[in-house]
């Protein structure tokens, strides 16, 4: 299969290479993407919500789920039926995000954690149609779409029709992707990132550096992409549009996977400044912080109050493998005396907890090792570095702890996963497997067994 607009085949002869990039960005007819993007949403989020009604139903809630939501933000509804629909939406974080979305930060100290965008936007969404909770439900699942149309695109452009279909597919049913409809930041962060990262693709610099500077004030990593964005200015992937520069005009063709210099490959012009007004959504955050708190570091330093602790990557995944293993530990002994750390709760639910995040971190890591190989160098630095940010503030109980859900917003890791499943043609076999942990973890998530 070829790309549209390109004589570049989908995967080269020797099926070692994608195709080179080159000329203008190819560009996917709308019908197209809206065709694949809805398929997606429609059936992943059908899933995850059967999943959640039913798990509630038959599994039921986890006892003492009550204590995690003593306002009921999450059940607001005076009738069952009425909690029981938005039940698969809002668990855990959302209480957080809905409370802050009420009443602010209100000198909390725990609360300073979550980034204001997410609330703020959850704030102004309930002015209009009155229920925080659906406001929230509402913005997720719109920037879950907008991130799912973004991601074909941008899919696309470096590897044609059908990775880009797989690519989608992949996110919406990914085994984590409830978030993507929660009252979580996951699809927010997400459609942000992809629109930064697009507009940048397209060499448009400005709404690329405002869409970054919003996803900042969404999330402590969004920062990262003021990284990425550099790189991408510099190595690319741009639009042919751009103009190179002196050394890339001696050296062409020019492999656009690694940089073979550290030269830049295009020209420094104005536009790069846009990159600067990136940090400007963190840095508000601190002002605000600052003033109301005395430090601008509070968000940071609240992280102990959530059992995070500064380790280091190495550290930090030594101790989430040292968790893993004690898990399987766990599992030989039995349910009896807890050979590691146990939350007061079920002793062998914790070791399968712990050897899941492993599962999910080599998982991630193989798909970095994967982008590297087959991504842009851009997007396999940016997936690295979502990696090691949370790897470096390990869990103190449970290092490897919502790495699964940090994963779901790294998107190079799904473009490298497309790409590997088409190239050994697993499509249905990989997004099988996956749905049917979406629907088990959906489960998981609704009736309030917490996975991270």
């Given at each position: 299969?070829?790309?549209?607009g ?5 995967l ?11 000329g203008?960005p190819a ?9 694949t993007v ?17 798990g509630?139903l038959?599994?039921?809630?986890a006892?003492g789920?009550?204590q ?18 938005v039940?698969p ?10 409370t ?10 725990a609360?300073?954690?979550?980034f204001?965008l ?10 209009i ?11 997720s699942?719109?920037s ?11 899919t696309y ?14 996110v ?10 929660a009252?979580y930041t ?6 942000l ?6 507009c ?5 610099w400005?709404f690329?550096g405002?869409l970054?500077?919003?996803?900042a ?22 639009a ?9 005009l001696?050296h062409t063709p020019?492999d656009?996977?690694q ?19 990136i940090?400007?959504g963190l ?5 605000y ?26 550290t ?5 493998i040292?968790?893993?293993f ?19 709760g079920d002793?062998?639910?914790?070791a399968?907890i712990?050897?899941t995040?492993l599962a ?9 090792i ?5 991504l842009?160098?851009a ?9 090691l940010?949370?790897?470096s503030?390990?869990v103190?109980?449970?290092p490897f ?7 779901m917003?790294?998107?190079?890791l799904f473009?490298?996963?497309a ?17 049917m942990?979406?629907g ?7 009736t ?5």
């Open positions: 299969m070829s790309a549209v390109t004589d570049v085949p989908l080269t002869p020797s099926d070692e290479d994608p195709p080179a990039a080159g203008p560009v996917p007819p709308n019908r197209e993407v809206r065709s809805w398929r997606a949403f429609w059936t992943s989020r059908l899933l995850v919500f059967f999943a959640g009604v039913l509630t038959e599994i039921r809630k006892g789920s009550w995690f939501d003593p306002g009921h933000l999450t059940d607001p509804y005076h009738g069952y039926f009425g909690n029981l629909i039940g939406f809002a668990r855990w974080d959302s209480v957080w995000y809905l802050i979305a009420q009443h602010g930060y209100s000198g909390q100290l609360k300073t954690a979550f204001p997410y609330p703020i936007l959850i704030h102004a969404g309930a002015w149609i009155g229920s925080d909770l659906i406001a929230g439900i509402l913005i699942l719109v879950f779409a907008i991130a799912l149309s973004l991601l074909y695109r941008l452009m470096e590897f044609g029709q059908e990775v880009a279909q797989v690519a989608v597919t992949l919406a049913f990914a085994p984590f992707s409830f978030y993507f409809s009252v996951e699809s927010l962060f997400l459609a990132t992809l629109g930064a990262v697009y940048a693709r397209t060499d448009r400005a690329a405002i970054a500077m919003f996803a004030s969404a999330r402590n990593s969004g920062v990262l992409l003021l990284i990425l964005l550099a790189l991408m200015f510099l190595y690319g992937p741009r042919a549009s751009a103009p190179l520069s002196t050394w890339a001696e020019r656009w996977r940089p073979r210099s550290w030269l830049p490959k295009y020209k420094l012009t104005p536009s790069i400044a846009w990159l600067l007004v940090p400007i840095f508000a955050y601190l002002g912080l600052w003033h109301t708190t005395g430090t601008p570091f509070t968000t940071f330093n609240v992280e102990t109050l959530w059992n995070h602790q500064l380790a280091g990557p190495i930090g995944t030594w101790n989430g040292v968790a893993a004690d898990g399987f530990r766990q599992l030989l002994h039995g349910s009896g005396r807890p050979v590691y750390w146990n939350e007061g002793s062998l639910a914790n399968g712990n050897i995040y999910f971190v080599v998982l991630g890591v193989i798909g970095v994967g982008a590297f190989r087959r842009p160098f997007y396999a630095v940016f997936a690295l570095l979502s990696l940010v949370p790897l503030s390990p103190v109980p449970s702890s919502s790495m699964p859900r940090y994963e917003v790294v998107f190079p473009i490298w996963g790409y590997y499943l088409v190239k050994k043609k697993m499509v249905g076999i990989g997004i099988g497997a996956m749905a942990m979406l088990f973890f959906t489960m998981m998530f609704t309030w067994r917490f996975i991270g």
